[in-house]
């Protein structure tokens, strides 16, 4: 099992930047695939991007590629997702996720554990 917290987040200007981190508890961390996702209001949960347990070939959704880039340093037990080029529509509540599939999944329902998110505005 493990836990995570996410931190990082903020009002921020369109154009600008923010890094989010996720702080994961316990030994086990590396084992994990690790995802991003957001929810808006009003809207679904959406995929935002993801990385293996070795930290490799990141995956990202379209909306975000070439703007955020997730990374994980697994001795701090800790993934990021660097944001830049904001835009008002990436608004919302950023969560963290951790999944046992090797691979990295887009569903959310395939992530078994989840931070309490944290809340990322960008003003237009």
């Known amino acids: 099992q493990v836990q995570l917290v996410e931190s990082g987040g903020g009002l921020v200007q369109a154009g600008g930047s923010l890094r989010l981190s996720c702080a994961a508890s316990g030994r086990t961390f590396g084992r994990y695939t690790m995802g991003w996702f957001r929810q808006a209001p009003g809207k679904e949960r959406e995929f935002v991007g993801g990385?293996?347990?070795?930290?490799?070939?990141?995956s990202y959704a379209d909306s975000v590629k070439g703007r955020f880039v997730i990374s994980r340093d697994n001795a701090k037990n800790t993934m990021y997702l660097q944001m830049n080029s904001l835009k008002p529509e990436d608004t919302a509540v950023y969560y963290c996720a951790a999944s046992l599939f090797l691979l990295i999944t887009y569903s959310a329902s395939e992530y078994a554990y989840w931070g309490q998110g944290t809340q990322v505005t960008v003003s237009s």
């Open positions: 990385v293996s347990s070795s930290g490799g070939r990141p």
